[in-house]
């Protein structure tokens, strides 16, 4: 394993695996200067990554900062850091303004698009919400849910309180706990409606959208990467696709074709990569049952290699839709069929499709349109699917959504509707109609659930099951534990730290070709996160910081491999649960009050101890403390809080370890020595800060520690 060169000595930031350097010496007259960066990326077969490029310039050869005619950026660690994340930011802000400008074309013929399905939809009888009045009401979809609960002789819950709905709305949109400034924006707002600007502030935060919802539709479509030699049904990685599809608010009948067409890069992160199923006999086949669980509600599961025995279609059928995504006949191979041995029984599954039959392209669904098929059959599967005569379509995206804030869905399961009994049918279909009028406006639908009485009501406790579709009144929400992404990203969020973990990759010198190593890059939410693909338990290919967040998100549910795809995850209850944030990495991150913790600087505010426990409850539950509450916690660090600050303490910066491990030289002995040693930092956790004594901050962390393992934390309230 190399030693990596640091060749500008002090504080500077150590060039970093694969990665070249070279200083030049001018003589700078005074004036102004025009430097020109030229800079080839990549190769044959190599993936063309910027790494850390950049230009950094010093008048004494020892502290350099990076070339800028105006802001000054140390090229040291914490420098560089702080420029990148505000730098990605910055460019994921510039990449959408570029997608908008040279997409206008394209956005506006999907809006006369959206004028036509408005027109279809309206020949179609609109139904119409009965008003309730001895029940609280705050839109039409109130006035649906009402109406059974009438009838039904039920009331429904109390409005929840201002804390906890604010809670509630930005997990649900954003994906982590609401912000002190959030919090303290709502407080401010005093005037009637405030809920409902709430929610707009909330929505029209692009980018927390975009991470909150990226997560669900990588188990709904199977978005598997891997970054080690791709295995069974691994595909390209497409999240970046999904991801800046809903920072863009696509339309969904837009964000259907082009998933249907599979066009772009398949390696880098377009919908190409949706079309790529490794050692799958017949990618198409495992594409054709994604696209009819997700957007159709169709499970066909059972028929790729057999007659579904229990829904209505057969083999030909999946194989049909897996032609026309294939642009051709699809033959079936023998490794898609079930066997019938000589001389045994014979199945109790059908075989309507012998092993080497060709499939012609085929649209199945008769009762969702009917038409003969033109040229471009992937063209016309995405027609047929977001075709506003379809009802089928939009019920199950409103549904999907429906789910999600409520739940349980008002047809469950929400992928498969063989036997669909709605227990609101005419809301189903009002929700269905108001996604088409939208313009299939996916954020449309979620600020009027956001904004009715029945999402904003108190929890019911009793809804703990879905039950049929006659006991779905949906009283209340239905109680909801944090998914792991958001019990992660809010973990993050208010502690005020970075996740800070290497990058994903096991070919961290780039020597390796994209078609075997991806490099995902260093992830800033939870939804960036994929296999570590280290199943041998190989020190030399451990990732360690990574690997602690993994483990946090695999205890709570998430899949590191979807070589399926899903709606619901396992979300049962767990000792390990507890166990990982108690004692796990993440966990004791997020109490450290370490230079770069949020918890840090608020024990260094000039405020009384009270104030300090009532600051610290709206960053981590989002409520003030209750008197009690606030009493026990005053008791723990009353004591030397007056002389908690270490006066003139100077922080030292934060190392940070770089190493020249890769799948090039991984098998060498150093590179587990290595590896071993990064391990042990990373459970050491982060630092303390030296500006807080250690006995009170001490102190300081046990409260921080038990409201973060508090069972309010990981529920929605």
């Not at 995405?382 to 549904?399: K, L, Q």
């Not at 992830?523 to 990732?543: F, H, Q």
């Not at 989002?622 to 600050?645: C, G, N, Q, V, Y």
Request: charged share 25%.
């Amino acid at each position: 394993v190399p030693v990596l060169p640091k060749t500008l000595g002090g504080t500077t930031r150590m060039l970093r695996p694969g990665m070249q350097e070279q200083l030049v010496e001018f003589t700078s007259n005074g004036g102004e200067h025009l430097v020109l960066l030229e800079a080839f990326i990549g190769g044959k077969g190599l993936r063309p990554e910027t790494g850390e490029l950049s230009v950094a310039v010093s008048s004494d050869g020892k502290s350099f900062e990076l070339l800028s005619p105006k802001t000054k950026v140390a090229l040291t660690d914490a420098g560089w850091e702080t420029f990148s994340r505000k730098e990605r930011l910055r460019v994921l802000a510039i990449n959408r303004e570029i997608r908008a400008k040279i997409g206008k074309a394209e956005t506006e013929n999907w809006q006369q698009r959206h004028v036509v399905a408005r027109k279809i939809v309206e020949e179609q009888p609109r139904v119409v919400a009965p008003k309730i009045t001895n029940m609280p009401s705050q839109n039409a979809i109130d006035d649906f849910i009402n109406l059974r609960l009438s009838k039904a002789g039920q009331m429904p819950m109390q409005l929840t309180e201002d804390w906890a709905f604010l809670r509630r709305a930005a997990l649900d949109t954003i994906g982590i706990v609401p912000s002190p400034e959030q919090i303290a924006a709502f407080q401010a707002d005093q005037k009637p409606g405030r809920r409902v600007r709430a929610i707009d502030r909330f929505l029209k935060d692009n980018l927390g959208w975009a991470d909150h919802w990226t997560s669900y539709w990588q188990d709904v479509l199977a978005e598997n990467p891997n970054i080690l030699k791709p295995m069974l049904n691994n595909t390209g990685p497409f999240r970046f696709w999904i991801h800046e599809s809903l920072q863009d608010n696509k339309p969904m009948d837009r964000f259907v074709t082009e998933l249907v067409m599979m066009e772009g890069s398949k390696n880098y992160g377009g919908p190409a990569g949706f079309a790529v199923a490794t050692q799958n006999d017949v990618p198409m086949a495992a594409k054709a049952q994604v696209l009819s669980q997700a957007f159709l509600g169709r499970q066909m599961k059972c028929a790729r290699c057999h007659d579904a025995p229990f829904h209505d279609f057969d083999q030909k059928d999946l194989f049909g839709i897996a032609a026309m995504l294939q642009q051709s006949p699809l033959a079936v191979p023998k490794t898609s069929s079930v066997p019938q041995l000589p001389g045994h029984r014979k199945p109790r599954v059908e075989m309507s499709l012998k092993p080497g039959s060709k499939v012609p392209p085929a649209w199945p669904f008769a009762k969702q349109l009917s038409e003969p098929l033109h040229a471009n059959t992937r063209a016309q599967l995405s027609a047929r699917i977001t075709d506003p005569a379809n009802e089928r379509f939009a019920e199950v995206m409103v549904n999907r959504v429906w789910k999600r804030y409520l739940g349980w869905g008002i047809v469950e399961p929400v992928d498969d509707w063989a036997e669909a009994d709605p227990s609101h049918p005419e809301l189903l279909k009002w929700l269905a109609r108001q996604l088409v009028d939208s313009g299939y406006d996916l954020k449309h639908v979620a600020r009027l659930i956001l904004n009715s009485h029945t999402y904003q009501r108190q929890i019911d406790p009793a809804f703990t099951k879905p039950g049929n579709a006659a006991s779905r009144l949906f009283v209340g929400p239905a109680r909801r534990r944090l998914s792991a992404e958001q019990i992660v990203d809010s973990l993050f969020a208010v502690s005020g730290k970075a996740m800070g973990v290497e990058l994903l990759t096991l070919d961290v010198d780039g020597r390796r070709p994209v078609t075997t190593f991806l490099n995902l890059g260093s992830p800033r939410r939870a939804w960036e996160y994929t296999s570590l693909s280290n199943e041998r338990d190989r020190p030399a290919l451990a990732i360690p910081k990574a690997q602690s967040v993994v483990d946090v998100l695999k205890n709570f549910g998430w899949r590191d491999a979807r070589q399926d795809a899903i709606t619901d995850r396992d979300e049962s209850p767990n000792v390990l649960q507890p166990a990982i944030l108690l004692n796990g990495i993440i966990g004791k991150r997020a109490t450290q009050l370490s230079e770069d913790s949020a918890f840090t600087e608020l024990a260094l505010e000039d405020i009384d101890a009270k104030a300090l426990i009532g600051k610290l409850y709206l960053r981590i539950l989002s409520r003030p403390p209750t008197e009690k509450e606030s009493a026990l916690f005053f008791d723990h660090i009353r004591r030397a809080f007056a002389s908690r600050e270490v006066i003139d303490a100077k922080p030292t910066p934060r190392q940070v370890n770089v190493h020249a491990v890769s799948w090039s030289n991984h098998l060498h002995a150093d590179a587990t020595r290595i590896k071993l040693e990064l391990e042990r930092l990373a459970r050491e956790g982060d630092p303390p800060t030296v500006r807080l004594r250690a006995p009170w901050r001490e102190s300081f962390e046990d409260v921080v520690f038990t409201l973060i393992n508090s069972p309010e934390f990981i529920f929605v309230p």
